[in-house]
């Protein structure tokens, strides 16, 4: 027993750090990208052919969540078929197939967005634990009351609630980056929001709500003048521009693997080593450690620190083949395809009576959203659905910038690498009709 209760933990150590720091085959990862082939990236996609009220889908909800090609659902398959074990703890066989398939995702994670190391990487369940695991982290190490985060005023809610959740522990004090009537932010008095109260400047890259691509170099470089780090909301950027993390030099990056063709459940959250070495971990339990008694605890290095648990193994090994599927297109690509749609469907808009778009920003990105005078955003959303027209009605989880422009709701079209200019046909046909009928 004395034997075994020794041997286990080593075993589980080593086999860590066989995929911490290892030296990686460039080749075994990299991947090129092929000409963009509209018609064969439709056909990985089965959902793309399913029919919907008797029409052919046209998917135009992305910005919610993205379809699966079926690389990525054989992957799901593949691991609980093949490999299922957990991972990092066994010895056997099935533990290490899954391991390295794990830490593997995890290696074309940070080649993707050009991270300096796994350690890293962390997996999460998407960006909105990947906020909050900041937001507690920087609350047990750095936070005291009257403290400030910057925001803007186009943020998601999960990176609006998890400051005002501490109210009871401690006082975090909210400033917020005003945005103008295009959907851009005005800037001007940025750095003069910063001050000695400033620990942290927690910004959307791309706003869900508007599609505006937000200057996060130029906030980046005014916050680290400052000394103050910045987290980006990554989760409408990582799917449609290319994210480097170490030119973009901000502090963490938090992205959902389902808005980029990868599985529910898991994500990412990015930071430089140095800063995620001095925080405190968020969860506490299994693997994050290094060794438990009853009077107290050590930590386990980065990335394991912040990783509590039985990690979702199968959907960070198929987000990692979701990032091979993104990376074999490549991301230029699809930005310059997604480009062409969003400025052809903002013309073709234009078009049907009544509608007003709403985010008129010069940089923006796979995002239409509009409202009619006299026509309610969901009875669009519900009149196209018929249709066979799936787009997002609501507020998108963006009440503040609803508010801003005084509108309860819009009705979103999102844009995906598999969107075609037929579809932004049919979806026009389909708000053209709408028109008609209402009035
Ligand atoms: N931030 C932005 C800009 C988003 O668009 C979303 C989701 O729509 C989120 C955060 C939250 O992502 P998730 O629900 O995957 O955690």
Redesign the pocket.
Same mark, same amino acid.
């Given at each position: 027993m004395p034997a075994a209760a020794h041997f286990y933990p080593q075993g589980a150590e080593l086999q860590r750090k066989n995929y911490i720091g290892r030296k990686v085959n460039k080749t075994e990862l990299h991947i090129e990208p092929k000409a963009f082939d509209l018609e064969k990236i439709r056909r990985d996609f089965p959902i793309l052919g399913l029919q919907v009220h008797g029409k052919p889908l046209c998917y135009l909800d992305n910005?919610?969540?993205t379809q699966k090609p079926q690389a990525v659902i054989d992957s799901l398959v593949q691991y609980y078929s093949s490999m299922n074990a957990n991972i990092h703890r066994g010895v056997h066989h099935l533990s290490e197939v899954s391991t390295k398939a794990f830490e593997d995702a995890r290696i074309k994670v940070k080649s993707f967005i050009n991270a300096s190391s796994e350690k890293e990487i962390i997996f999460t369940?998407?960006?909105?634990?990947?906020?909050n695991l900041v937001a507690n982290s920087f609350l047990r190490g750095r936070f005291e009351d009257g403290d400030e985060v910057i925001i803007t005023g186009m943020?998601?809610? /999960? *990176?609006i609630v998890p400051w005002q959740l501490f109210d009871s522990i401690k006082k975090i004090k909210l400033r917020i980056v005003p945005v103008d009537d295009n959907g851009e932010l005005i800037l001007d008095d940025f750095e003069k929001m910063i001050n000695e109260k400033t620990k942290l400047v927690s910004v959307?890259?791309? /706003? *869900?709500s508007l599609g505006t691509i937000n200057p996060v170099e130029k906030i980046i470089s005014a916050a680290h003048k400052h000394n103050v780090p910045v987290l980006l909301?990554a989760?409408?950027a990582i799917q449609h521009i290319p994210v480097d993390v170490r030119k973009l030099d901000c502090d963490f990056l938090?992205f /959902?693997g389902?808005?980029i063709y990868g599985p529910?459940g898991i994500?990412i959250l990015y930071g430089k080593e140095k800063l995620l070495d001095e925080l405190p971990p968020f969860l506490g339990g299994g693997d994050m450690i290094s060794k438990v008694t009853f009077n107290g605890t050590t930590f386990n290095q980065l990335p394991y620190k912040f990783e509590a648990g039985t990690s979702n193994i199968a959907d960070a090994i198929a987000l990692g083949t979701a990032i091979d599927y993104v990376a074999g297109i490549g991301i230029d690509a699809i930005s310059s395809h997604e480009t062409e749609i969003l400025e052809y469907a903002s013309a073709k808009v234009a078009e049907v009576p009544g509608l007003k778009i709403i985010g008129t920003a010069k940089n923006k990105s796979s995002v239409l959203s509009f409202i009619f005078d006299n026509i309610h955003p969901h009875d669009v959303g519900t009149f196209l659905d018929f249709e066979g027209i799936a787009v997002r009605t609501g507020h998108?989880?963006?009440q503040p910038i609803m508010d801003r422009f005084c509108i309860p709701a819009t009705t979103r079209a999102s844009f995906a690498m598999y969107n075609t200019k037929e579809e932004v046909d049919i979806l026009v046909r389909g708000l053209k009709k709408i028109t008609e009928v209402f009035n």
């Open positions: 910005a919610a969540t369940r998407g960006t909105t634990e990947s906020i943020e998601h809610h /999960s *990176n959307v890259y791309v /706003s *869900n909301d989760a409408q938090a /959902s389902h808005k529910t994500g998108h989880c963006t």
